[in-house]
């Protein structure tokens, strides 16, 4: 989830598209890890067009208006106000849950059957799914956050091993999608700032500031520890008005935080975020399970050594897209 983990048991101009690394899944170095689409890429069916393809690739996040709508979108946010939290008295969200599914059946089908899991199928074309070519990709984590007045937020960071248990170097480009489940206002805060092409190597010190060597990552403390890296994003940030259904979807490697709210007599703004790796993802990093007991604290495991489409129960619940093949 977004938020450095406080749980007791945890203590510039876009380049044009060949200007792009292009390597294989194996082989990524650091701020390389998007490949360069080809014309097949571009033309793949689903509910992106094909200019927002391209904008995914060449800036690492697009803004998708209108991407959940419809009976489902209105299932979900009738239920958003009752999602119970996993972290309470947080720092960050007023409302943190992973496996929103638990509680509200809608989100699977958002996870799963929607399209923000068409949109994600529709960016990881078969030539970087490594041995899971052919596969249905797999929700690594899904998230459901309410950023409350008073509540900071994560500051700027990429999804590290705490929200994104894969290795960095893995199959795909980390597609993560996060649909707003409340307007939000343009200069009112609560919404989510991004940092267009700061997945490139430009920003590997900003990588480096978040996760010392040695160290736990620090993962939404970039202001403090660095304010001159937080202060060369909020240079180039978007922060889009936004309106219930409306997707932001980037590459796990973008730089994007929590916007705050700039008042404290507003309203929590919901969000649901899904992200999505191939099958033969290798799991590295932390995962938390649903609590032994109800009430209890989520439980931590380390993940090491094993697929995703290999994981049992003990590592986690990672479920595939059910659409079909676009």
């Known amino acids: 989830w977004h938020g450095r983990c406080r749980l007791p048991m945890c203590r510039a101009a876009t380049p044009p598209l060949d200007k792009f690394a292009v390597a294989s899944a194996s082989s990524l170095a650091a701020g390389h890890e998007l490949h360069a689409p080809s014309e097949a890429d571009l033309a793949r069916e689903g509910p992106l067009s094909r200019e927002q393809v391209a904008e995914f690739y060449e800036s690492g996040v697009v803004l998708v208006r209108g991407l959940l709508q419809g009976d489902l979108l209105d299932r979900v946010l009738a239920v958003r106000r009752s999602v119970g939290t996993m972290m309470p008295n947080a720092e960050t969200y007023g409302t943190v849950k992973t496996e929103a599914w638990r509680e509200h059946a809608c989100f699977l089908d ?4 929607s399209p923000l899991a068409a949109a994600a199928e529709q960016l990881t074309p078969d030539e970087v799914r490594g041995a899971g070519r052919g596969k249905p990709l797999h ?4 998230g459901f956050f309410s950023l409350s007045p008073g509540k900071r937020g994560c500051g700027w960071h990429v999804d590290d091993f705490f929200f994104w248990p894969t290795k960095r170097d893995g199959p795909g480009p980390g597609v993560n999608v996060w649909v707003a ?4 206002e343009a200069g009112a805060g609560g ?10 190597p430009d920003f590997l010190p900003q990588r480096a500031v978040i996760a010392p060597p040695g160290e736990a990552p620090q993962t939404c403390e970039m202001q403090s520890l660095s304010p001159d890296s937080h202060a060369a994003l909020e240079a180039i940030k978007e922060c889009p008005a936004l309106q219930p259904g409306d997707a932001i979807i980037h590459t796990r490697f973008i730089f994007h935080r929590g916007d705050p709210h700039t008042s404290e007599g507003g309203t ?13 993802s290798q799991l590295e990093g932390i995962n938390f399970l649903p609590p032994e007991e ?19 129960p003990e ?12």
């Not at 958002?110 to 059957?113: G, N």
């Not at 929590?268 to 033969?280: F, G, K, L, Q, T």
């Not at 109800?294 to 049992?312: E, F, M, Q």
Request: proline share 11%; aromatic share 6%.
């Open 110 to 113: 958002v996870a799963l059957r």
């Open 139 to 142: 929700v690594l984590r899904d």
């Open 181 to 184: 489940l409340d307007a939000v």
């Open 191 to 200: 919404g989510l700032a991004y940092a267009p092409g700061s997945h490139r």
């Open 268 to 280: 929590p703004v919901a969000r649901y975020s899904v992200r999505y790796v191939p099958a033969s």
């Open 294 to 312: 109800p009430g209890g604290p989520p439980r931590r495991v380390t993940l090491s050594g094993v697929t995703i489409d290999g994981a049992g």
């Open 315 to 326: 590592h986690g619940h990672f479920p595939s897209t059910e659409l079909r093949e676009t």
